[in-house]
């Protein structure tokens, strides 16, 4: 059974996929106000036991976390990991219809 996650990243947050677990299928940029605020990346997971990269720079100060992917939201296909990334475009108060937002599918996929 295929599997797929949604990958974010953001200025100060960024996930990193090293190895051949995660193919990347699609990238979307997150525009606010014509500011990229996020970059979401949808990939299907080949490898259930790989683990992801996390770099968070808070405060001046930098953090890495090694997270297996068991432990990350897992979607079925790849139309409804996009249904949760509009769900997420919408938690952030923001939608396709709004002037000041958009969700922009970007040319290449990459984590």
């Known amino acids: 059974m ?3 996650i949604v990958l974010t990243n953001k200025d100060t947050f960024q996930t990193v996929v090293d190895g051949t677990g995660l193919e990347p299928i699609e990238t979307y940029h997150f525009y606010f106000f014509n500011d ?4 979401y ?9 790989i683990k992801i990269k996390l770099y968070e720079n808070y ?4 953090y890495i976390n090694e997270i297996r992917v068991k432990f990350f939201e897992s979607f079925p296909t790849i139309e409804s990991a996009r249904e949760e ?3 997420i475009v919408k938690a952030s108060g923001n939608s396709k219809d709004s002037k000041f937002s958009k969700l922009v599918k970007s040319n290449n996929a990459a984590s």
């Open 2 to 4: 295929d599997k797929y």
């Open 59 to 62: 405060e001046g100060k930098e």
């Open 85 to 87: 990334l509009e769900e």
């Open 36 to 39: 990229l605020k996020a970059k």
């Open 41 to 49: 990346t949808i990939a299907k997971v080949l490898d259930d036991s």
